[in-house]
């Protein structure tokens, strides 16, 4: 396809000389009081609340890559209020406590805005909210036709200008702002640093153990002997066997376009500081970046057998030629219009689109993954849930039943990916009929619920 062929296969956020420069490895065995394994979002923001909460405690974080070279530095820059992956998987799952979750999100969110503007960091953070549009006929129901916020196809038209548009719904700035994820991330890092977190970069862990009254956490570089752990690996292969199943990597592919011209974005009607998705299974997510990109991701979620994660899955032509087209299709006004970047990246899904939570080493670790593409916002309340749990403390966060009961792990292969393959080729049914099959109806009624 002509709009693509001069794009690089190179996250847009990552491809800027904004980029800090790659900090040493570890140097030898140490001792600290907090070791944070896993430099994303999730141990950006434990080692960084830890030092908040407990200025003076010696942390380690250690990243095996770069400060957000993975999922934390590949996603569309969506930064959400909620915990539980939207308000129809929370209330299905936790319905006694899903207000309790929607309060704790948007002051979760409120939170991290207050960061940002405390340490300054320059990351494009914008509270616009939400718009979710319907664009089949059977989706326009699920918009709550009846309630406010809702925009029949006219008066969505005139926030964001498609044809394909045929309904919308508009959540405020209480819910979402949209932010460039990767300065977002070096600014943790920047923060975390000044207030005496030491990082590593280049240092993969590779054993955890327990010695006595501290863990051990073994790498190529030397041992670090922790008082606690924080295990903030996410998606790649977890150091305690008893997770191995908690999550499955799935790619999520995603394109950016050259900047827009004024006559160009004027023509979208278009406030940069709203996040607009699709309300299909299979959705994209589209946002204006910071210097008027269009950043247009989602779609074709794939997951490869073996629970597989190579660098060789990011580079998927018939998924970026579709999502090229579907682009084209919803702003046709934008005909000719290149795209610079496409990227994959790696999300860890959860059976139940949010994370999970535990200890391990008699409570002297403590974990949490399965993010489930709502990483950006929720990894900070996640910080300060693996935190509680390591000081024993029992606090409105640990005493959520999303704190105290796990997600329902994946089967091994090759159930799982049999099973995902069923569930991907039902959920696209569902976008085109509207209707709910037998398959996805038993996943609901065994818990797993797949509806997003």
Do not use: K
């Not at 292969?237 to 050259?258: H, K, M, Q, S």
Request: proline share 5%; aromatic share 8%; hydrophobic share 40%.
């Amino acid at each position: 396809m002509d709009s693509l062929a001069d794009s690089v296969n190179s996250p847009l956020w990552l491809d800027t000389p904004l980029r800090p420069a790659a900090r040493p490895a570890l140097d030898g065995d140490t001792t600290v009081d907090l070791a944070v394994v896993g430099g994303g979002f999730c141990g950006l923001w434990t080692a960084l609340r830890a030092v908040e909460r407990e200025p003076g405690r010696s942390v380690l974080l250690l990243e095996g890559d770069r400060i957000a070279e993975h999922a934390t530095g590949r996603n569309g820059g969506f930064c959400e209020a909620s915990l539980t992956h939207g308000e129809h998987n929370g209330r299905s799952r936790w319905p006694e406590e899903y207000d309790e979750l929607t309060r704790l999100g948007i002051e979760n969110l409120d939170e991290i805005e207050e960061t940002v503007g405390r340490y300054g960091i320059d990351c494009g953070f914008f509270r616009g909210g939400t718009l979710a549009v319907a664009t089949r006929a059977h989706q326009v129901e699920a918009l709550q036709p009846s309630e406010p916020g809702f925009l029949d196809r006219d008066a969505v038209r005139r926030v964001v200008d498609s044809p394909t548009f045929l309904a919308g719904r508009l959540s405020g700035p209480a819910t979402c702002a949209v932010v460039d994820p990767a300065r977002l991330a070096w600014g943790l890092a920047d923060a975390a640093e000044r207030n005496g977190v030491r990082i590593v970069e280049g240092t993969r862990a590779t054993r955890i153990r327990r010695d006595g009254d501290h863990v051990e956490v073994v790498t190529a570089h030397g041992v670090v002997r922790a008082r606690r752990v924080a295990l903030a690996t996410n998606v790649f292969p977890p150091l305690l066997r008893r997770l191995r199943f908690t999550t499955v990597p799935v790619y999520d592919y995603v394109l950016a376009t050259e900047p827009l011209t004024d006559d160009q974005l004027a023509a979208l009607r278009w406030d940069p500081a709203l996040g607009v998705g699709d309300s299909g299974n299979q959705f994209h997510y589209y946002r204006i970046t910071p210097d008027r990109r269009i950043l247009w991701g989602g779609y074709d979620a794939i997951y490869h057998f073996g629970r597989s994660i190579e660098e060789r899955h990011e580079e998927r032509p018939t998924t970026y030629a579709m999502l090229a087209d579907h682009f084209h299709e919803t702003f046709p006004q934008l005909d000719g219009i290149r795209f610079t970047h496409r990227w994959a990246g790696v999300i860890d899904t959860s059976t139940r689109f949010s994370a999970s939570f535990g200890t391990a080493h008699g409570g002297r670790s403590s974990y949490a993954l399965g993010f489930t593409g709502l990483g950006v916002g929720a990894t900070r309340f996640a910080a300060d849930v693996m935190l509680d749990l390591l000081a024993g403390d029992e606090t409105e966060r640990t005493r959520l039943e999303m704190v105290r009961r796990p997600a329902v792990p994946f089967p091994p292969e090759p159930v799982a990916w049999a099973g995902i393959e069923l569930t991907r080729r039902a959920l696209a049914r569902q976008d085109d009929t509207g209707r709910r099959g037998l398959w996805l109806r038993t996943l609901d009624r065994l818990g797993l619920g797949y509806d997003s």
